[in-house]
């Protein structure tokens, strides 16, 4: 069954970038692993067979390693079986059962006569015997890695019924130099931490970079000459506008929703009350009118309400109240200190970081306070940050050698580093670039 063309115009994602679906057999039936159901699941297993192409295994491995880092897919080495398979035809069920492989993937990717990279890929259903995705994407060899975590997106959807998190960058701080003489660069890079760049030279300060909703604007704070400023900046054509100066800011407003308003928290006479801005007209709205500090404000995925820290009961504690002020409901009532929150992009979690007996722990709670459950725990973890999909969390642990960006699922179940060429720190996870 060679692979089909589209029936219609292939959409332009980005780039030059272009799909077609691959027409096949579908599925009788859908299999979605239930991702939320708690922490006791077990891993699908997938056997990836290597693509065919001069590309083919470049983009074999950036999909492997993926979802090696998934927690709940499992890769599995296609072996013999897989050696000798047409990426164009079904392939053998019956070997594929006796590894225990519940999905099989078989594709190609290479140039064309035109100079562009073509990649195709099927996702075959063992037990059902039938083709349950096939996509094809034709674009500048450049966007190869990106065509490689798109595809382990469409199958860890098909797979899990979960929105993917492999086409993704991270904003974090850079950091090098001496502890006492630290230079601090704001850098990106895709979430594997391939692709790094440098958006700042490290003339000045920086920290706490937050993602806009289009995943194309960071705001950031920058400590110069100048009293702290926050910046705006869009990272494809480095374009950059001060939102404001806050002499009493301690981290960078965090968007909302619509991306139309940042929340943000100001201090004055050692009190911090949070506020909102209208980035339109730059007007401010005061939310918070306390004797305390509140701080670290995050909205939830709707818009409605607003998660922050505050010290109002006597020691750092996480609240929630309506995103236009008001009372605020305490949340947190564990063991420790409680700090950094951050609505996960699901709404069905709060991350944040609980100091407690000389450790440092990362965990998530429900909105209400119920199911608090600490995903890692050490010396010194803090600034979680969600991926995009609500199932992960990504976070900086300091370490006698400089601080390491690190992730986990949101069940605590396996823990990945993510490497950088040296300290890093304040993380932020992207929005799905597609």
Known sequence: MPFAPSRRAAAALFGGLALAPLFGRASSAERYLDVRGGGNFTPVNIAIVPFAGDSGPAMTTIIVNNFKRSVFINPVDAGAAGAAINPDAAPDMAAFRALNAQYVVAGRSGRGPDGRMKTEFRLWDVAA????????????????????????????????????????????????????????????MDQDGANLRYLTRGDDLVVTPRFSPNAQELTYMSFGAEDPRVFLLNIDNGQREVVGNFPGM???????????????????????????????????????DSSAIDTSPSYSPDGARICFESDRGGTQQVYVMGASGGGATRISFGEG??????????????????????????????????????????????????????????????????????????????????????????PSWSPLLG
Not at 159 to 164: A, F, Y
Not at 269 to 274: P, Y
């Open 129 to 188: 015997g039938t083709q349950a995705a096939g996509q094809q994407y034709v674009t500048d060899p450049n966007n190869s890695r990106r065509v490689a975590h798109i595809v382990s997106d469409a199958i860890f959807t098909k797979v899990t019924g979960e929105k993917g998190f492999f086409d993704t960058r991270v904003a974090f701080v850079d950091e090098t130099g001496p502890r006492d003489n630290r230079r601090k660069r704001l850098a990106i």
């Open 250 to 288: 301690t981290f960078s407003p965090r968007f909302s929703p619509d991306g139309q308003r940042v929340v943000m928290s100001l201090e004055q006479n050692g009190v911090a009350n949070l506020y909102s801005m209208d980035l339109r007209s730059r007007t401010t709205t005061r939310l918070t």
């Open 337 to 426: 200190r409680y700090s950094t929150p951050v609505w996960s992009p699901k709404g069905d979690y709060i991350a944040f970081t609980r100091q407690a007996g000389g450790k440092f722990g990362i965990g998530v709670m429900k909105p209400d306070g119920s199911g608090e459950r600490i995903l890692a725990d050490g010396f010194h973890n803090e600034g979680p940050t969600w991926a995009p999909n609500g199932l992960y969390v990504m976070f900086f642990r300091e370490a006698a050698g400089g601080s390491k960006l690190f992730m986990t699922d949101v069940f605590g179940r396996a823990e990945f580093p993510i490497p950088t060429p040296g300290s890093a720190s304040d």
